[in-house]
Each structure stands twice: as C-alpha cells, then as structure tokens.
C-alpha cells in the first residue's frame, strides 16, 4: 500500500525522498541513490547506471574511511 501511494504522487510529479538500507527496495523504487556516511554525502548514483555491488562500495569505503 505505502509503495503504491509513493508510485501514485512520483506519476504526478511530486518528489519523494525515500530512506532505506534495502537494496532491493532503493532499486525497485528510486531515480537515484544518494550513499551517506557520517552525515556526508559520498556518492549520488543514476539507479538506472548503477548496481548493488557500487552502491555497497561507496557505503563500505566510506565506512571504513577509504575513498569511495
């Protein structure tokens, strides 16, 4: 029920900001992936040009203090 009022008000053209640890579910809902870490923006990624495996990159690297 909750996705499908988000899928309703994304049709008409309302913006959403969605917060998630799923992957599955930033991926079956989203435009875009913003990764932050410590309160800091380190990646923002095209859902559509980007993969799980990047995604978990960025919020691993951040996390241990590497760069992304």
Request: glycine letters at 6%; zero cysteines.
């Amino acid at each position: 029920e909750l996705y499908q009022l988000v899928s309703n008000l994304v049709d008409k053209g309302v913006s959403v900001i969605m917060a998630s640890s799923d992957p599955l579910e930033l991926f079956a809902m989203t435009d875009r992936i913003v990764v932050l870490a410590s309160g800091r923006k380190v990646a923002e990624l095209r859902t559509d040009e980007t993969s799980q495996v990047e995604v978990m990159r960025y919020a691993v690297g951040a996390a241990s203090g590497e760069a992304a």
